[in-house]
Protein backbone atom coordinates (compact mmCIF):
# COMPACT_ATOMS: atom_id res chain seq x y z
CA UNK A 1 0.00 0.00 0.00
CA UNK A 2 0.87 3.40 -0.89
CA UNK A 3 0.57 5.80 2.11
CA UNK A 4 1.43 9.76 1.61
CA UNK A 5 1.13 12.52 4.12
CA UNK A 6 0.80 16.01 3.44
CA UNK A 7 -0.29 19.30 5.85
CA UNK A 8 -2.99 21.82 4.95
CA UNK A 9 -4.39 23.97 7.01
CA UNK A 10 -2.90 21.92 10.38
CA UNK A 11 -4.84 18.61 8.88
CA UNK A 12 -2.97 15.56 8.08
CA UNK A 13 -3.91 14.70 4.82
CA UNK A 14 -3.19 10.90 4.39
CA UNK A 15 -3.89 9.31 0.91
CA UNK A 16 -3.89 5.72 1.01
CA UNK A 17 -3.67 3.07 -2.43
CA UNK A 18 -4.34 -0.05 -1.96
CA UNK A 19 -5.86 -2.65 -0.17
CA UNK A 20 -5.98 -1.68 3.59
CA UNK A 21 -5.61 -4.90 5.29
CA UNK A 22 -3.81 -7.27 7.88
CA UNK A 23 0.22 -6.98 6.83
CA UNK A 24 2.42 -3.77 5.86
CA UNK A 25 -0.95 -2.10 4.74
CA UNK A 26 -2.34 -1.59 8.65
CA UNK A 27 0.89 -1.86 10.40
CA UNK A 28 2.30 1.17 7.96
CA UNK A 29 -1.14 3.44 8.42
CA UNK A 30 -0.40 2.11 11.80
CA UNK A 31 3.04 3.60 12.10
CA UNK A 32 1.89 7.13 10.20
CA UNK A 33 -1.09 8.00 12.38
CA UNK A 34 1.15 7.08 15.90
CA UNK A 35 3.64 9.55 14.69
CA UNK A 36 0.74 11.94 13.64
CA UNK A 37 -1.01 11.79 17.28
CA UNK A 38 3.28 11.73 18.61
CA UNK A 39 3.65 15.41 17.11
CA UNK A 40 0.13 16.61 18.68
CA UNK A 41 -1.80 16.34 15.39
CA UNK A 42 -5.24 14.67 16.42
CA UNK A 43 -7.18 16.19 13.13
CA UNK A 44 -6.82 13.78 10.49
CA UNK A 45 -8.36 13.30 7.02
CA UNK A 46 -7.98 9.67 5.41
CA UNK A 47 -8.23 9.90 1.64
CA UNK A 48 -9.40 6.23 0.73
CA UNK A 49 -10.64 7.19 -3.03
CA UNK A 50 -8.24 4.17 -3.98
CA UNK A 51 -8.93 1.58 -1.70
CA UNK A 52 -10.46 -0.72 -3.16
CA UNK A 53 -10.93 -3.34 0.19
CA UNK A 54 -10.88 -2.50 4.15
CA UNK A 55 -10.59 -6.18 5.82
CA UNK A 56 -11.47 -6.13 9.76
CA UNK A 57 -8.03 -5.34 10.80
CA UNK A 58 -8.17 -2.11 8.87
CA UNK A 59 -11.83 -1.33 10.25
CA UNK A 60 -10.66 -2.19 13.76
CA UNK A 61 -7.69 0.44 12.86
CA UNK A 62 -10.04 3.26 11.83
CA UNK A 63 -12.20 3.21 14.95
CA UNK A 64 -9.65 2.67 17.07
CA UNK A 65 -7.76 5.90 15.52
CA UNK A 66 -11.42 7.75 15.52
CA UNK A 67 -11.09 7.10 19.31
CA UNK A 68 -7.79 8.39 19.75
CA UNK A 69 -8.15 11.37 17.86
CA UNK A 70 -11.88 12.33 19.46
CA UNK A 71 -9.84 12.46 22.67
CA UNK A 72 -7.55 14.91 21.68
CA UNK A 73 -9.77 17.21 20.94
CA UNK A 74 -9.92 16.17 16.51
CA UNK A 75 -11.24 13.41 14.74
CA UNK A 76 -10.74 11.13 12.16
CA UNK A 77 -12.92 11.73 8.72
CA UNK A 78 -13.04 9.86 5.61
CA UNK A 79 -12.92 10.90 2.00
CA UNK A 80 -14.19 8.98 -0.79
CA UNK A 81 -14.51 5.44 0.51
CA UNK A 82 -15.61 3.16 -2.24
CA UNK A 83 -18.71 1.84 -2.61
CA UNK A 84 -17.63 -2.03 -1.34
CA UNK A 85 -15.76 -0.25 1.46
CA UNK A 86 -18.94 1.56 2.58
CA UNK A 87 -20.55 -1.51 2.86
CA UNK A 88 -18.32 -3.02 4.43
CA UNK A 89 -18.33 -0.47 6.86
CA UNK A 90 -21.82 -0.51 6.96
CA UNK A 91 -21.67 -4.26 7.32
CA UNK A 92 -20.33 -4.68 10.57
CA UNK A 93 -21.92 -1.26 12.08
CA UNK A 94 -19.57 1.04 12.29
CA UNK A 95 -20.29 3.58 9.28
CA UNK A 96 -22.26 6.07 11.27
CA UNK A 97 -18.96 7.09 13.57
CA UNK A 98 -17.39 8.39 10.89
CA UNK A 99 -17.75 11.39 9.27
CA UNK A 100 -17.69 10.91 5.69
CA UNK A 101 -16.80 13.48 2.51
CA UNK A 102 -16.78 13.78 -1.02
CA UNK A 103 -13.13 16.02 -1.38
CA UNK A 104 -10.50 16.56 0.79
CA UNK A 105 -11.48 20.54 0.70
CA UNK A 106 -14.43 19.70 2.27
CA UNK A 107 -13.19 17.15 4.95
CA UNK A 108 -10.50 20.15 5.59
CA UNK A 109 -13.13 22.69 6.07
CA UNK A 110 -14.94 20.77 8.20
CA UNK A 111 -12.52 21.48 11.26
CA UNK A 112 -12.53 25.10 10.87
CA UNK B 1 4.17 -18.98 -1.04
CA UNK B 2 4.51 -21.84 -2.33
CA UNK B 3 1.64 -22.51 -4.81
CA UNK B 4 0.55 -25.77 -6.30
CA UNK B 5 2.82 -26.61 -9.25
CA UNK B 6 0.62 -27.65 -11.22
CA UNK B 7 -1.81 -24.87 -11.15
CA UNK B 8 -0.51 -20.84 -11.51
CA UNK B 9 -4.07 -19.10 -10.72
CA UNK B 10 -4.57 -17.63 -14.31
CA UNK B 11 -5.90 -19.58 -16.34
CA UNK B 12 -9.77 -19.94 -16.77
CA UNK B 13 -10.40 -23.72 -15.97
CA UNK B 14 -11.51 -23.15 -12.18
CA UNK B 15 -12.56 -26.53 -11.86
CA UNK B 16 -8.94 -27.61 -11.22
CA UNK B 17 -7.67 -26.43 -7.82
CA UNK B 18 -5.36 -23.32 -6.31
CA UNK B 19 -3.61 -24.68 -3.47
CA UNK B 20 -1.13 -22.85 -1.35
CA UNK B 21 1.08 -23.66 1.53
CA UNK B 22 2.07 -19.80 3.30
CA UNK B 23 3.98 -19.01 6.31
CA UNK B 24 1.91 -17.71 9.08
CA UNK B 25 2.86 -14.41 8.40
CA UNK B 26 0.60 -11.62 8.18
CA UNK B 27 2.43 -10.47 5.24
CA UNK B 28 2.11 -13.78 3.21
CA UNK B 29 -2.20 -13.31 3.01
CA UNK B 30 -2.14 -10.37 0.80
CA UNK B 31 -0.07 -12.51 -1.73
CA UNK B 32 -2.25 -15.16 -1.53
CA UNK B 33 -5.76 -13.15 -1.80
CA UNK B 34 -4.37 -11.29 -5.05
CA UNK B 35 -3.82 -14.99 -6.52
CA UNK B 36 -7.26 -15.78 -5.75
CA UNK B 37 -8.59 -12.84 -7.33
CA UNK B 38 -6.48 -12.98 -10.18
CA UNK B 39 -8.18 -16.43 -11.34
CA UNK B 40 -11.42 -15.10 -9.92
CA UNK B 41 -11.01 -12.00 -12.87
CA UNK B 42 -9.89 -14.80 -15.65
CA UNK B 43 -12.89 -16.57 -15.06
CA UNK B 44 -14.92 -13.09 -15.97
CA UNK B 45 -16.46 -12.58 -12.34
CA UNK B 46 -17.78 -9.32 -11.27
CA UNK B 47 -15.87 -7.08 -9.69
CA UNK B 48 -18.10 -6.66 -6.47
CA UNK B 49 -18.55 -10.48 -5.88
CA UNK B 50 -14.45 -10.99 -6.20
CA UNK B 51 -14.24 -8.62 -3.50
CA UNK B 52 -16.61 -9.96 -1.27
CA UNK B 53 -14.61 -13.41 -1.62
CA UNK B 54 -11.25 -11.82 -1.20
CA UNK B 55 -12.56 -10.19 1.52
CA UNK B 56 -13.74 -13.23 3.33
CA UNK B 57 -10.72 -14.66 2.30
CA UNK B 58 -8.72 -12.19 3.50
CA UNK B 59 -10.46 -12.71 6.73
CA UNK B 60 -10.20 -16.31 7.10
CA UNK B 61 -6.19 -16.26 6.19
CA UNK B 62 -6.26 -13.75 8.60
CA UNK B 63 -7.45 -15.58 11.65
CA UNK B 64 -5.38 -18.70 10.85
CA UNK B 65 -2.54 -16.30 11.29
CA UNK B 66 -3.58 -14.20 14.52
CA UNK B 67 -5.71 -16.89 16.28
CA UNK B 68 -4.70 -20.01 14.97
CA UNK B 69 -0.71 -20.16 14.77
CA UNK B 70 -0.67 -16.82 16.94
CA UNK B 71 1.08 -15.10 14.64
CA UNK B 72 4.53 -17.38 14.13
CA UNK B 73 5.69 -17.93 10.93
CA UNK B 74 7.19 -21.10 11.61
CA UNK B 75 3.60 -22.68 11.45
CA UNK B 76 2.07 -23.08 7.77
CA UNK B 77 -1.73 -22.00 6.85
CA UNK B 78 -3.37 -24.69 4.04
CA UNK B 79 -4.96 -22.73 1.48
CA UNK B 80 -7.18 -24.49 -1.28
CA UNK B 81 -9.69 -22.99 -3.64
CA UNK B 82 -11.97 -25.40 -5.45
CA UNK B 83 -14.92 -25.18 -7.41
CA UNK B 84 -16.83 -27.55 -5.95
CA UNK B 85 -15.91 -28.09 -2.35
CA UNK B 86 -17.21 -31.10 -0.09
CA UNK B 87 -20.34 -30.97 2.34
CA UNK B 88 -20.25 -28.91 5.97
CA UNK B 89 -22.17 -27.77 8.53
CA UNK B 90 -23.37 -24.56 9.52
CA UNK B 91 -22.10 -23.54 12.87
CA UNK B 92 -23.64 -21.18 15.88
CA UNK B 93 -23.73 -17.96 14.74
CA UNK B 94 -20.74 -15.64 16.62
CA UNK B 95 -21.45 -12.80 18.53
CA UNK B 96 -22.82 -9.63 16.56
CA UNK B 97 -20.40 -6.74 16.52
CA UNK B 98 -22.49 -4.66 15.95
CA UNK B 99 -24.04 -3.91 19.67
CA UNK B 100 -23.36 -0.95 21.08
CA UNK B 101 -20.83 -2.84 23.46
CA UNK B 102 -18.76 -4.34 20.64
CA UNK B 103 -19.17 -1.66 17.58
CA UNK B 104 -16.24 0.61 18.71
CA UNK B 105 -14.09 -2.54 19.42
CA UNK B 106 -10.42 -2.96 17.84
CA UNK B 107 -11.65 -6.59 16.59
CA UNK B 108 -14.00 -9.37 16.87
CA UNK B 109 -16.01 -8.26 12.65
CA UNK B 110 -13.82 -10.90 11.02
CA UNK B 111 -16.08 -14.31 11.16
CA UNK B 112 -19.21 -11.80 11.24
CA UNK B 113 -17.95 -10.18 8.08
CA UNK B 114 -17.45 -13.72 6.34
CA UNK B 115 -20.65 -15.00 6.78
CA UNK B 116 -22.19 -12.03 5.57
CA UNK B 117 -19.75 -11.86 1.97
CA UNK B 118 -20.25 -15.70 1.38
CA UNK B 119 -23.16 -17.64 0.85
CA UNK B 120 -22.61 -20.48 2.76
CA UNK B 121 -19.66 -20.64 5.63
CA UNK B 122 -19.01 -24.39 7.70
CA UNK B 123 -16.21 -25.19 9.89
CA UNK B 124 -14.26 -28.73 10.59
CA UNK B 125 -11.52 -30.36 12.26
CA UNK B 126 -12.91 -28.28 15.63
CA UNK B 127 -12.36 -24.98 14.09
CA UNK B 128 -9.12 -25.47 12.23
CA UNK B 129 -10.75 -25.48 9.13
CA UNK B 130 -13.18 -23.07 7.00
CA UNK B 131 -15.33 -23.81 3.81
CA UNK B 132 -16.72 -21.15 2.36
CA UNK B 133 -18.46 -21.04 -0.95
CA UNK B 134 -20.01 -18.26 -3.04
CA UNK B 135 -22.45 -18.96 -5.49
Known amino acids: MDINVRKRADVELIQLRGQLRLGEAVDGLRQVIEESLGNGDARLVLNLAEVPMIDSSGIGLLVRFLASTKQRGGSLKLVQPSKFAIQTLRLVGVLNLFEIFDNDDAAIASFA | ?135
Open chain 2, 1 to 135: MSPNPRHNGKGTNFSDLLEFHVPADSKAIGNVTDRIIEALEGLGIAEEKRLEIQLAVQEALANAVVHGCKNDPTKEIHCRVQADPGPGFSPDRLADPKTAERVQADHGRGIYLIRELMDEVSFQGGGNQITMRKY
